[in-house]
Nanobody
Framework: QVQLVESGGGLVQDGGSLRLSCAAS????????MGWFRQAPGKEREFVAA??????SYADFVKGRFTISRDNAKNTVYLQMNSLKFEDTAVYFC???????????????WGQGTQVTVSS
């Protein structure tokens, strides 16, 4: 079992920044792919970013603004979000899987989500 707990969400002004954290516990492994997804009200959950080893992948709408990183010693993955837009408003979910893919079915473990709200 792997447990994931997100934190760091909140309310921010347009153009502001937030850093999300995802703490993993249980049967964790540095070999897991760690990813971030988001879901806005009434919308499908969509891929944001993922990392595995030295490889990183980003959705087009966050390239140049968001950065994913991980600290294996702390079993924690981060999502640094800069230049936030109103359209970024969503619940952000941390996920762990075995393959660096953008589809949500590729991730077996999920956190409960943390709300990010960007005011316009």
């Amino acid at each position: 079992q792997v447990q994931l707990v997100e934190s760091g969400g909140g309310l921010v002004q347009d153009g502001g920044s937030l850093r999300l954290s995802c703490a993993a516990s249980g049967r964790t492994s540095s070999s897991y792919v760690m990813g971030w997804f988001r879901q806005a009200p009434g919308k499908e959950r969509e891929f944001v970013a993922a990392t595995s080893g030295g490889a990183k992948s980003y959705a087009d709408f966050v390239k140049g603004r968001f950065t994913i990183s991980r600290d294996n010693a702390k079993n924690t993955v981060y999502l640094q979000m800069n230049s936030l837009k109103f359209e970024d408003t969503a619940v952000y979910f941390c996920a762990a899987g075995t393959d660096l893919v953008s589809r949500k079915s590729g991730y077996a473990y999920w956190g409960q989500g943390t709300q990010v709200t960007v005011s316009s």
